[in-house]
Structure formats: C-alpha cells, structure tokens
C-alpha cells in the first residue's frame, strides 16, 4: 500500500482538527445498534486529546462493527487510524487528523472489571448495556451525548465508585467532584424512593476525602442485583492466568519496549514491500527493514526443505506452506532478534 497524498484543501486547520474527528466519531457511533455503547465517561469541555481518552462500554458485536466502519472512513481519506489490543477486553482506537497533528483516542472495553470488593468479577458490557437509556439531554457538553445511550444515574454512580476504588482515584480533586455533583443532580431528578440510600451515600461522598467500605459495598450490592434482576445473565468470573503466561507477556512487553517494532501482513500485490521502503526512506537512521520473504522462502531451512519435500512428495508450494511456515518463520524470527541483541548490546 503506497502512501497516499491528499489535497492541501483536505487537511483541516490544527484548531478545527480536533472538532472534525469528534465530528466523524459522532457518525460511526451514531449507525450502531441502539444501546451497543454507553459512555464510561463524559467527554466535557476542555478536552485535551494529548492527556485524555474516551472510554466506552461496548457489545462485541458493536465494537467489530465500529472498528470496520473507522477502517473503512480511513479508506475513503476521511483520518488515519491505529488499532491496538494488548487484552482480550480492551481495544485501543486512535483516529488521526490527514496532517497526522492532531489524535482522538477511544478505549473500547467488553467487560467492567473494576469491582473493588471482589476483583475477580467481571460483567460482559452485554449485561450493563441491557440497562442503558436513550441519552440524558441534561448532561451538557458532551460531544458524544447525541450518538451513545447513556446509563441510569444509579448504575452510573456504582460503577463510578467502584472505579475511582479500584484505580485509588481521590475523590477531592476538582475533576471527580464535578462529577460527582452532575451524578447528584441526575439522581435527585430520579426521584426513585428505592434508591434514596444511593443518594445519601452520594452526599456523604461529597463531604468526605475517602470511600467508605459501606459506600462500596452498597455500590456493589446495587450494581450486580441491577444486572441479575434486568439482564437474568450470571455474572463471570476471571480466569486466573498462569505463572508462565504472565511472565512471557511480560517478556513480550519487555522486548517491544526495547526494540519497538511493527509488523506488515498483507495479501500478494497489497504494497507491502512499497510501504516498507517508503517507511525505510523517511527514517533511514531508525527503521531496519524484515522481510517476510528473508524469514521464510529466501531462509536455507525453506530452500532445503522445499526442494527435497515437494521433489519427494510432489506436493505443492501451498501444501508445504500450511505445514511449514509457522515453524519455520519462528525460527527464523529468533534468529533474527538475537542478531538485534548483539547489534543494539
């Protein structure tokens, strides 16, 4: 895939940027199925793209569908984008502005595991979504407010304080208590007599500099009767990982910090090795090209190897491709990481 070259009447100004991708992030959200996603927080004025992200509650359904979606409004030169997943719960989508200045990030979550008291827990958002409510006019400039569903101020307000637990948030700074007022302000128009104990614990909060474990256990107690009683899905439990899984992502981790690195992967005729050399050209000092093709079919390992099978066996290229690559590429890739360590040694 060559890089492509847009107009100059196509890149936005650096101040209209930010407004432009908020603008097409409106569009892909709003042609999602009907409470697909709620916001997890407001996104209010100011918002500084540099420190701050969007945080979204999302079907998995929903979120294949907006990612093909943002893939296919950077085809047609609307943005730029990055898609990365480092969990099985959370994916991390960056839309860029065409001059590449300006970014907006939005981390699509599949799963609340945020519950303080019992950490192990984890709510698929299917279960949450089954609770959201057409968007509350009364939360002012949210940017987003128009194309998401919005959660019932009581489930809101648990899943806020369970978060603000679980990541030891403070709840004096400017920015929670703010917060804190608007989720106030939502439960008083409520006007639910049944939930008047999250009200008195919402005004408890707001006069103290820590969460009791009453407030939490309320919290916790009301959000997951919320799901069982509305949804009549079970709640799920963590799996633990292993010792040894955890330690080799770690490693992973440890080698990309390292050696950072990004990988190509295309069909025959895509561009790849186009992209690669144009990449190679802009920063010859700090890219060193891989190719594919020097893992695997140039490796002596292939030569050997498919000289002698397909001679013996008659089988085709594609027939020893299936049997023989991931070994192969393997192999080679470990060679190649430990000629990487010597070099940068």
């Known amino acids: 895939m060559a890089i492509r070259q847009y107009p100059p009447h196509l890149l936005s100004e650096s101040s209209d940027a930010l407004d432009d991708l908020f603008r097409l992030a409106a569009e892909l959200l709003s042609q999602l199925p009907r409470r697909s996603c709620v916001l997890l927080r407001p996104v209010v004025e100011p918002f500084d793209p540099e ?17 093909q979606q943002a893939f296919e409004a950077a085809e047609r030169g609307r943005c730029h984008l990055r898609i990365v997943r480092h969990r099985e719960d959370k994916v991390q989508l960056t839309l860029y502005s065409l001059n590449g200045n300006t970014a907006l990030k939005f981390d699509l979550w ?10 192990e827990y984890r709510i698929p958002a299917e279960q949450i979504l089954n609770l959201a409510v057409p968007s509350d006019c009364r939360i002012r400039g949210d940017r987003l407010r128009d194309s998401v569903a919005s959660l019932p101020p009581d489930v809101e307000f648990c899943i806020y304080v ?27 128009d409520q006007c639910d007599s049944e939930i008047s ?51 080799a992502a770690e490693i992973q981790r440890g080698v990309q910090r390292i050696v ?28 060193d090209v891989v190719s594919g093709k ?43 990481w430990q000629l990487l360590a010597r070099r940068y040694a």
């Open 294 to 336: 020097k893992l695997y079919r140039r490796s002596w390992t292939y030569q050997i190897l498919g000289g002698l099978i397909c001679r013996l066996t008659r089988c085709s290229r594609e027939s020893l491709d299936e049997f023989a690559v991931r070994p192969l590429v393997a192999r080679a890739a470990l060679a190649h």
């Open 162 to 188: 369970q978060h603000l637990e679980s990541r030891k948030r403070s709840i004096t700074s400017p920015q929670v208590q703010l917060r804190l007022m608007a989720l106030k302000s939502r439960l008083i």
């Open 51 to 67: 420190r701050e992200d969007v945080d979204l509650l999302i079907s998995e359904v929903a979120r294949q569908q907006l990612l």
């Open 260 to 287: 950072p690195c990004v990988a190509i992967d295309g069909s025959d005729g895509a561009g790849k090795t186009t992209l690669t050399r144009e990449l190679a050209q802009l920063f010859p000092q700090t890219i």
């Open 197 to 247: 104990y999250l009200f008195e614990s919402l005004h408890q909060l707001l006069q103290t500099d820590r969460i009791s474990r009453t407030i939490l256990l309320q919290t916790h107690m009301h959000l997951l009767r919320e799901v069982t009683d509305r949804s009549g899905l079970p709640r799920q439990h963590k799996p633990r990982a292993s010792s040894s899984a955890r330690a």
């Open 110 to 119: 599949t799963v609340f595991a945020q519950m303080a008291l019992r950490p």
